[in-house]
């Protein structure tokens, strides 16, 4: 095998753009065969825009049981992320999923069961990890230049959405359709990227409010504290409402802090670890001798065309993947707890109690409303 022949299961925002990279030939060991989308406007534009011929299903379970494939990449509504993927791996594919792994980390963990036993490639399509920044900065939090982490805040405000965003799909903003809002739909990249470089907190207690700026049923603003084994505290924040927006994350160490923020890495080293300083100097109001550095990165950012890359090569040389398939559980993780907090109204543990996050869940879309809207698919160019 010299080419990945992939199925592309969704043909909405980004399975039409991961289409579109394809097709303008920057995954050069990837070729789409075949595709899928229940709606029938989708199915439309991948007979005009996909190569004469290309098999077009209505059903994901079709494309995956058609023999034509070798992998799928799944860009579904969330709840059939790990289903379809069970299939899959039943089936003999490898496949790449698109965020969250999940809605609820129970069939997620039945969905890495099934990766595992299968033996194929597995990949989330994380593509924030491939972002220079980040990289770097999961290097010298894991490396320990920060020394031990004190302190974690990330703001990510940026996200803002109208009303029509929402009203474009019926499966949007809604408990039994999407599983969730803003921590589900756009947050799952920082939800994973703060896991991967600070690690997963211990203790969470999180303030999660639904419809606050839109007519939605799902959470929309969000504050969360986080504890750390290690004694280390956090604070995670965003919203789908604020604009201008900010995205900032700070993590503070023991030798130092590092901020992310305007695409900028910025390490404030310490000359002497901080808790060092504090027991052996004699001056009351003295600091640690201080010095401020603009990290330099490779400047390297493939986003999603490099996930897909990175996935070909597992596949044919097995090479490493840019996020593999068994570590979307981690971001999930966080996303239910902090639900699951906000829920009960008190903090909670992790791991917490799965068979009662997906009770309260259940509650929940047995009460939604399917929105009744004109579906729309909007271009991703330039979002995450």
């Known amino acids: ?106 069939a997620v963990r039945e969905m890495n069961l099934a990766a595992e036993k299968s033996g194929k490639v597995f990949g989330m399509m994380f593509n924030q990890r491939t972002n220079c920044v980040y990289r770097k900065m999961h290097e010298m939090v894991q490396g320990g230049e920060l020394g031990k982490i004190k302190r974690v805040n990330w ?22 359709g999407e599983g969730g809002g803003v921590l589900l739909n756009q947050s799952p990249h920082q939800l994973d990227l703060l896991q991967w470089i600070c690690g997963l907190p211990k203790t969470v207690q999180a303030f999660c409010h639904n419809g606050k700026w839109h007519d939605i049923e799902v959470e929309d603003d969000v504050t969360a504290y986080m504890e750390f084994a290690n004694g280390a505290t956090g604070v995670f924040v965003t919203t789908t409402g604020d604009a201008p927006g900010t995205n900032r994350f700070e993590v503070s160490g023991t030798l130092g802090k590092l901020v992310c923020e305007n695409n900028v890495l910025t390490f404030w080293q310490l000359a002497q670890d901080e808790r060092e300083f504090c027991v052996t100097c004699p001056e009351g109001f003295a600091q640690p001798a201080c010095e401020k550095h603009i990290v330099e990165t490779d400047g390297e950012n493939p986003q999603h ?43 909670v543990e992790i791991p917490f109690d799965e068979a009662l996050f997906l009770s309260e869940l259940d509650k929940r879309r047995a009460a939604s409303v399917k929105r009744t809207v004109r579906p729309v698919t909007f271009s991703t160019e330039g979002t995450y």
């Not at 059903?59 to 049981?65: A, F, V, Y």
């Not at 068994?326 to 699951?340: C, Q, Y």
């Open 155 to 176: 703001i990510i405000t940026d996200w803002y959405r109208t009303q029509a965003y929402y009203d474009s799909g019926d499966w949007r903003a809604t408990w039994d």
């Open 1 to 106: 095998m010299d080419k990945i022949k992939l199925g592309m299961i969704g043909m909405g925002n980004m399975g039409s753009g991961h289409i579109a990279n394809i097709l303008a030939g920057k995954t050069p060991e990837i070729e789409v065969c075949a595709a899928a989308d229940r709606r029938a406007d989708r199915r439309e534009w991948g007979k005009a825009t996909l190569p004469a011929g290309t098999p077009i299903f209505e059903e994901g379970s079709e494309l995956i049981h058609s023999g034509l494939c070798d992998a799928v990449l799944l860009a579904v509504p969330h709840y059939q992320h790990p289903t379809l993927a069970i299939e899959a791996f039943q089936a003999g594919l490898h496949v790449m999923c698109e965020k969250p792994a999940g809605v609820y980390t129970q």
């Open 305 to 347: 065309v490099g996930v897909l890359n990175a996935f070909a090569g597992a596949i044919l040389r097995g090479e490493p993947l840019v996020a593999p398939g068994a570590e979307g559980i981690n971001g999930v993780t966080l996303s239910n707890a902090m639900h699951l907090s906000s829920w009960l109204g008190r903090p």
